[in-house]
């Protein structure tokens, strides 16, 4: 599988995608070699009996497999190039109250500062608050310019 191959399948079926990637980390690389596809179909679609998709558990497993035959260092890069977030489903998420995932509204609008580091909000369901963070990340140095005052020109990437 290559990176044009996995940018495929996430933009494709984001469902089977999701599925084959929890497959595929929660049980490591050497136990989805070691099964056979049927094997696995049929442990996935133990899985999915409550889901709408058990036909799918074949196309999940094609690409756990897929995935597991990926060099870590390259499967990384991929997740990377493709924006990814692996993790919790429970992670906070910005705008979601982390007691009942209700709306939250913003103290003073605090919401439209861009470059807030720190915003008040309530919960508009259960009136719990809290205080969202956000990290600074750098992006890039722009409008460089010489001693003289003359722009350079951006390098190539
Ligand atoms: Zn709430």
Redesign the pocket.
């Known amino acids: 599988m290559d990176y044009k191959a996995f940018k495929r399948l996430y933009d494709g079926d984001r469902i089977i995608f999701t599925m084959a990637m929890e497959l595929f980390l929660e049980n490591g690389r050497n136990c989805i070699m070691e099964h056979s596809e049927e094997e696995l179909t049929q442990a996935v679609k133990k899985q999915l009996s409550n889901l709408f998709v058990p036909e799918k558990a074949y196309e999940v497993v094609q690409a756990a497999k897929a995935f597991s035959q990926l060099k870590l260092v390259d499967l990384l890069v991929y997740i990377n190039k493709c924006d990814i977030q692996i993790g919790d489903r429970d992670a906070d998420v910005s705008g979601v109250?982390?007691?009942?995932?209700?709306p939250?509204t913003y103290e003073d609008g605090t919401r439209n500062k861009i470059n807030a580091l720190a915003m008040k909000w309530t919960?508009?369901?259960?009136?719990?608050t809290g205080t969202e963070t956000y990290r600074r990340v750098f992006d890039g140095h722009c409008d460089v310019r010489l001693g003289d005052g003359r722009p350079v020109p951006p390098r190539e990437h």
Do not use: F, I, N, T
């Open positions: 109250c982390p007691v009942c995932r209700g939250l919960c508009q369901d259960c009136e719990a």
